[in-house]
């Protein structure tokens, strides 16, 4: 099964870029969709961008369109999110997870989760 690891997470001023990086230990994340979560304190994980088997992307929270792309590179069997133009309401712990094909929104329907990076943008 899949092993994810997410990294790249740290303090940024407001208007600051981060590169997060979920890193899988298998050959390869050619049938894997692969969505970046995010859980501000005292609030729900919520879906944030997915990328499906591919190469095809949704976004699912508006404060982050424009600011966030997500992209894939099989090969080194990892995923990134670019997070540029960053925001104090950014702050959080950023998670990737996945799930066989394509995008679903829902953290449910995902099967395997990284432990988290934690994002925290200061003003």
């Known amino acids: 099964q899949l092993q994810l690891v997410e990294s790249g997470g740290g303090l940024v001023q407001p208007g600051g870029s981060l590169r997060l990086s979920c890193v899988d230990s298998?050959?390869?994340?050619?049938?894997?969709?692969i969505g970046w979560f995010r859980q501000a304190p005292g609030k729900e994980r919520e879906g944030v961008l997915c990328?499906?088997?591919?190469?095809?992307?949704?976004n699912y929270a508006d404060s982050v369109k424009g600011r966030f792309t997500i992209s894939r590179d099989n090969a080194n069997r990892t995923v990134y999110l670019q997070m540029n133009d960053l925001k104090p309401e950014d702050t959080g712990v950023y998670y990737c997870?996945?799930?066989?094909?394509?995008?679903?929104?829902?953290?449910?329907?995902?099967?395997?989760w990284g432990q988290g990076t934690q994002v925290t943008v200061s003003s």
């Open positions: 997870a996945a799930r066989r094909g394509y995008c679903l929104e829902y953290e449910s329907q995902y099967g395997a």
């Open positions: 298998g050959f390869t994340l050619d049938y894997f969709a």
């Open positions: 990328i499906n088997s591919s190469g095809g992307r949704t």
